[in-house]
T-cell receptor, first 115, second 114 residues
Framework: NAGVTQTPKFRILKIGQSMTLQCTQDMNHNYMYWYRQDPGMGLKLIYYSVGAGITDKGEVPNGYNVSRSTTEDFPLRLELAAPSQTSVYFC??????????????FGSGTQLSVL | AQSVTQLGSHVSVSEGALVLLRCNYSSSVPPYLFWYVQYPNQGLQLLLKYTSAATLVKGINGFEAEFKKSETSFHLTKPSAHMSDAAEYFCAILSEGGSEKLVFGKGMKLTVNP
């Protein structure tokens, strides 16, 4: 039962570097999400996707890009890393919550530091 | 826009004592509300959810929450705290307008003292 798998678990970047956080799910969920978690701030939605080929901005999309070429994968791209992007990143997936009463499944997170 | 408020950031209880974590919501439509738990170094897990059925919702690990429209509240309770309940707890609301986005509160860290 893999669920939602995120890689890497930890990463240190220098300012201006780029990287891609990988997320894959094996539950055939339509919906996928990227959140960032900062201490005392809860989770903020960065981007989400309602299906392959469809993505949309969340609350804090600046500095990030996403793509959804397949149902399974939803990578998050940081093009020019900045210290403000130091955070813990969570990927999540679900069926539509309203209609099917499915819950949100979370990955175990990626801890990113930008120095 | 819909939102949830969790006042304070830290709650400390003794083992065996009542756990009460408060959540108030703001919504112009009947809300869908959730409680998630995050254990150290893990992702979030669903504890329970309210989707307009019974107002008292029972979740995993002995937790329950009561939806009170008159108070716009969805407080989480557990009669007797266990050491394993130490975690961070997040209240969340499903955004309106047909999208499937969850809006999270800031979280509440629960410490359980022996």
């Amino acid at each position: 039962n893999a669920g939602v798998t995120q890689t890497p678990k930890f990463r240190i970047l220098k300012i201006g570097q780029s990287m891609t956080l990988q997320c894959t799910q094996d539950m055939n969920h339509n919906y996928m999400y990227w959140y960032r978690q900062d201490p005392g701030m809860g989770l903020k939605l960065i981007y989400y996707s309602v299906g392959a080929g469809i993505t949309d901005k969340g609350e804090v999309p600046n500095g990030y890009n996403v793509s959804r070429s397949t149902t399974e994968d939803f990578p998050l791209r940081l093009e020019l890393a900045a210290p403000s992007q130091t955070s813990v990143y969570f990927c999540a997936s679900s069926y539509p919550t309203r209609t099917t009463n499915e819950k949100l499944f979370f990955g175990s997170g990626t801890q990113l530091s930008v120095l | 826009a819909q939102s949830v408020t969790q006042l304070g950031s830290h709650v400390s209880v003794s083992e065996g004592a009542l756990v009460l974590l408060r959540c108030n919501y703001s919504s112009s439509v009947p809300p869908y509300l959730f409680w998630y738990v995050q254990y150290p170094n893990q992702g979030l897990q669903l504890l329970l959810k309210y989707t307009s059925a019974a107002t008292l919702v029972k979740g995993i690990n002995g937790f329950e929450a009561e939806f009170k429209k008159s108070e716009t509240s969805f407080h989480l309770t557990k009669p007797s705290a266990h050491m394993s309940d130490a975690a961070e707890y997040f209240c969340a609301i499903l955004s309106e307008g047909g999208s499937e986005k969850l809006v999270f509160g800031k979280g509440m860290k629960l410490t359980v003292n022996p």
